[in-house]
């Protein structure tokens, strides 16, 4: 099956700081992916969808200055934590669609980013 | 997409057949169940999806009733690497541009030795 990997898979910043999670689809170019960010013992909240070339569309609540999303190509999306705060500690989730595809997503092994 | 209801939680011993059920009155008619589960600290997995017949892949089988207002996700032979948090989601069919997945509270099964 098609491969998304996310990178890096933890990191710990402090307070103030800004963190930047990569998000590749290795074996398949992906027209859309998606962010999710996940607090402990809870579901997979969607947080935005970005668009290769193109302005991510954010869902409601999420503030888009301070997750900075770039789709720069077919194969990469970043996500940038800007001023991070120990609030923003989470799991973040990365998803890719198959260009032109089925639209079955797949998803990456996830990054915890723990704000001191 | 039409709301879902899972247990929260169900043990299972070993070797045994693990079943977890989904509750989807209100789906409709073009609305697919899907399942997916994700195990600590990854990122979820596809296990299956189907429409109203039964259907059966390598990791898994799913029965859903005549009505669609049900589903049950079946694993044959559960191991312990099937703990896990397992997400039952009813959408319309994926398709370009429509991939979105929106998650529920799922229900944590535990495989017990």
């Known amino acids: 099956g098609a491969v998304v990997s996310q990178h890096p898979s933890r990191v710990i910043c402090k307070s103030g700081t800004s963190v930047k999670i990569e998000c590749r689809s290795l074996?398949?170019?992906?027209?859309?992916m998606f962010w999710y960010r996940q607090f402990p013992k809870q579901s997979l909240m969607l947080m935005a969808t970005s668009n290769e070339g193109s302005k991510a569309t954010y869902e409601q609540g999420v503030e888009k200055d301070k997750f900075l999303i770039n789709h720069a190509s077919l194969t990469l999306s970043t996500l940038t934590v800007t001023s991070a705060h120990p609030e923003d500690s989470s799991f973040y989730i990365c998803s890719a669609a198959l260009a032109g595809g089925p639209g079955e997503l797949f998803f990456g092994e996830g990054s915890r980013l723990t704000v001191l | 997409d039409a709301k879902t209801t899972q247990p929260p939680s169900m043990d299972c011993a070993e070797g045994r057949a693990a079943n977890l059920p989904c509750n989807h009155s209100?789906?409709?008619?073009?609305?697919?169940v899907y399942w997916y589960r994700q195990i600590h600290s990854q990122g979820p997995q596809y296990i299956i999806h189907g429409l109203k017949n039964n259907e059966t892949n390598e990791m898994a089988s799913l029965i859903i009733t005549e009505d669609r207002k049900s589903s049950t996700l079946i694993l044959p032979h559960a191991t312990l690497r099937d703990t896990a948090v397992y997400y039952c989601?009813?959408?319309?069919?994926?398709?370009?541009?429509?991939?979105?997945?929106?998650f529920g509270t799922g229900t944590r099964l535990t495989i017990i030795p």
């Open positions: 209100t789906i409709s008619g073009n609305e697919y």
């Open positions: 989601i009813v959408r319309v069919a994926a398709s370009f541009g429509n991939e979105k997945l929106t």
């Open positions: 074996d398949f170019q992906a027209t859309t």
